[in-house]
């Protein structure tokens, strides 16, 4: 398993079921899509992070939100770690900036900004330590604002949903989610494009057997 920089147009989707088959992933990498971004907590996703990479994909894994969780710290060092245990798990390379984990971050409820910025400066730091590249999924329902967003000092990449959310002061998206709940061969998914952002930065994938840096070019 190798890491793959995603570039710039690249067609991705994500969501959060799992079980589908070889073929269905391989349809995906025939439409034109790149990437696939799972949930890391659904059940199986191991089996489906192999289907995918058998089908030529490449691979992210994102951690579904968890509402009761926003409130407390010791919540998102757990989470912090129950995806690195994954990724580890299932081969990802670890190195100085390895493969791109993202927080679904939405829907926090009552949680301040203040509170919320210690929640994911814990959650990104221990990502980033364990040798990945911590990212965050901006959502609505979040209190963070453009330079808030920015000054979580251990994310390095951000993605923005579909809804009307903030910019990332200074450094900008290198995801965004431009259809959601989409049917696609019998499977719901939401279509991501990937765009440099401007501090050139881009999100990273794995795949099988080709190099870091190379990002296969699909048909339109």
Avoid at 18 to 44: E, F, M, N, Q
Avoid at 70 to 82: I, S
């Amino acid at each position: 398993m190798e890491m793959v920089s995603l570039g710039d147009g690249d067609r991705c989707v994500d969501f959060s079921s799992t079980g589908h088959g070889l073929d269905w992933y391989r349809h995906l990498k025939d439409d034109g899509i790149v990437a696939v971004i799972l949930d890391g907590a659904s059940p199986g996703v191991q089996g489906d992070v192999e289907r995918a990479l058998a089908a030529g994909l490449r691979v992210m894994l994102f951690q579904g939100y968890y509402p009761p969780d926003w409130h407390t710290l010791d919540a998102a060092a757990l989470r912090a770690r129950e995806l690195v245990d994954l990724a580890r798990a299932l081969g990802f390379p670890a190195a100085d900036n390895g493969p791109t984990l993202w927080l679904d971050l939405e829907d926090t409820g009552s949680v301040s900004a203040n509170d919320m910025f210690g929640w994911c400066s814990l959650w990104g730091r221990i990502v980033r330590d364990a040798g990945f590249s911590a990212g965050i999924y901006v959502g609505a329902g979040q209190p963070l604002g453009s330079d808030e967003l920015w000054n979580i000092v251990p994310v390095s990449h951000y993605w923005r949903s579909a809804s009307q959310v903030p910019d990332v002061a200074v450094r900008g998206y290198q995801l965004v989610q431009e259809r959601v709940n989409q049917m696609t061969y019998g499977v719901w998914v939401d279509y991501d494009r990937v765009e440099r952002d401007r501090l050139g930065g881009l999100p990273i994938a794995v795949g099988d057997r080709l190099p870091f840096g190379h990002s296969p070019r699909q048909r339109p």
